[in-house]
């Protein structure tokens, strides 16, 4: 059965990592660093060579599989409570995609066959490596680390605050509501009113404002204006979440069903998938990770059997997609019999 089980650490859309706001692609052109070249500068600087120790191929992953399907599995091994097989698919896949190192970081930090400061020194060398490149998750688990003094570090508030910021910044909506949390309890009301408008929550909104005055409310716009150019847009927040969601939706039909896509490249897999997911979002009687699933391999299967055939103009066939209780396994099983008698 295919597994649709949610990751149990934080899920984080990635965030573009060669992007620098204006504000600091102006810096670049003195010769001073910029800021967030000087938060990279607190962290150790490693190399994929240095953290990653040989990985071993397993039943699930070997280095002949696309970066995608091995992040994908590692992602969903990692759910499945199998920490060692993840740990190898997560290796391999690294190079390609820095959110690697912030499972790879929480593999680590549970690893029993080590000492606790071996345990922190690991995970804490994953999430620089990641933080350094941009990466949300791993620039919030900088902000935990540095704040109450987590995986080996010595507690530093004001650093904390910096890399929260740049986790903010980088559109992490965890990251945004800390923000308005952390100022909004000091009371400084313009800072956790820009971090509100930013996320565009009216009720958090309405709340502070009932607390500001005019000049306070003027301020926090005038804030909120400046972080619009320089906050990761939503839009493009999405669009790398849904990139993610194509590998770990790829791998777990690999996992199950790797005929689905044999005789596939790379490309044309990723733009099956592509196109399933926006399919299956436009239509309301699909829900679940399953009848997404589910619609993948049985249309998939039809147009092997004749190119070009729309399974969902088959009525029996949406209606058998649209019963969220069914198993992927006998939605699969039912569809070949209707599909069959269809050809007859």
Request: hydrophobic residues 40%; glycine residues 4%; aromatic residues 6%.
């Amino acid at each position: 059965m295919l597994a649709v089980i949610q990751s149990s650490i934080r899920e984080y859309p990635l965030k573009p990592q060669h992007l620098l706001p204006l504000v600091l692609a102006t810096a670049l052109i003195g010769c001073a660093p910029s800021p967030d070249e000087e938060l990279n500068a607190t962290l150790p600087q490693l190399s994929l060579k240095e953290l990653l120790p040989q990985a071993v191929a397993n039943e699930y992953c070997n280095p002949k599989l696309d970066s995608d399907l091995l992040y994908g599995i590692g992602y969903q091994l990692y759910n499945d409570d199998k920490p060692e097989q993840a740990r190898n698919c997560l290796i391999m896949a690294a190079p390609t995609h820095d959110r690697a190192l912030c499972y790879l970081a929480s593999i680590a930090e549970q690893d029993s066959s080590k000492d606790s400061a071996e345990r922190d020194r690991e995970a804490f060398g994953y999430m620089a490596y990641s933080a350094v490149k941009n990466d949300a998750c791993a620039e919030f688990g900088m902000f935990q680390n540095f704040t109450y003094g987590m995986r080996g570090q010595t507690p530093d508030s004001d650093l904390g605050l910096r890399w929260l910021e740049r986790s903010a910044r980088h559109g992490d909506a965890d990251a945004q509501q800390t923000l308005v949390r952390l100022h909004s309890n000091k009371g400084n009301l313009p800072l956790a009113y820009r971090w509100a408008k930013v996320l565009d929550d009216q009720a958090q909104i309405d709340a502070l404002k009932q607390r500001m005055n005019p000049q306070q409310i003027s301020e926090g716009e005038q804030g909120f204006e400046q972080l619009s150019k320089i906050v990761t847009s939503k839009d493009a927040v999405r669009k790398e979440a849904r990139e993610e969601n194509i590998a770990v939706y790829s791998a777990n039909i690999h996992m199950e069903y790797p005929e689905t896509f044999k005789g596939l490249s790379v490309a044309e897999r990723h733009a099956l998938m592509e196109q399933a997911v926006a399919t299956v979002s436009a239509r309301p009687e699909f829900s679940t990770r399953g009848q997404l699933y589910a619609y993948v391999i049985i249309a998939r299967q039809a147009q092997l059997k004749q190119a070009g055939v729309d399974v969902l103009q088959n009525p029996q066939i949406v209606e058998l997609l649209s019963d969220t209780e069914l198993q992927v396994s006998e939605a699969v099983k039912k569809a070949d019999v209707i599909l069959g008698q269809a050809a007859l």
